[in-house]
């Protein structure tokens, strides 16, 4: 990925010139490359496409087109795009929605400067960033969607990929929440190590995201001891 190559290419969305161009300064400051802005949904999904971002910093109350459903047409777009959704709303129905029309992050806008530039860092790697208090009620709501009846096999469906022993062993520490890193200095691996894990993993279950790869893994009781 480009965070690896270069500067992480960063777009910010949000309908207020001031808070957006705070934002945006900041990224800059900080050695992020912002390589677009939007004030609206339309401008939103047009200027993403265009950019090409590595990162894309959203708001959810947009004008012309809601936040959920600029990330839900970017994210079908583009699967590698990350998206770190940056909201005056802490509602536990807006995160929830938000994640699952893809974004794999969640930040409210009372969150710093430095846990703002961390989250982007974060993101930017694939590691799921929540305001403290939300990723447990992500987890919770898959752990629910989990316990619910599933939908009947088709007999003549192709069998789920065989996954190795180590991208088994990394999928189960993701699914009890563990950050790259952690799960890096558990297997005493490196974090790219684990990247290339999760990337094998996601391109072998044909899942788009590190929050897809989590339900996956507790609907199959990965998440235990």
Known sequence: MSAEQGPIRVMVVDDHPMWRDAVARDLAESGFEVVATAGDGEQAVHRARAAGP?????????????????????????????????????????????????ATGYLVKSASTQELLDAVRRTAVGDPVFTPGLAGLVLGEYRRLAVEPAPAVDADAPKAPRLTARETEVL????????????????????????????????????HNRVELVRYAIERGLDGE
């Open 172 to 207: 189960r520490l993701v699914a009890k929440g563990l950050s790259y890193k952690q799960v890096a200095e558990r297997l005493v691996i490196s974090h790219r190590t684990v990247q290339n894990h999760v990337q094998n993993t996601l391109g072998k279950l044909q899942l």
């Open 54 to 102: 590595d990162v894309l910093v959203l708001d959810l109350n947009l004008p012309r087109k809601p936040g959920v459903q600029v990330c839900k047409e970017l994210v079908a777009a583009n699967p590698a795009l990350r998206v770190l959704v940056l909201s005056a709303s802490g509602e536990h129905a807006d995160v929830l929605e938000a994640v699952k029309s893809g």
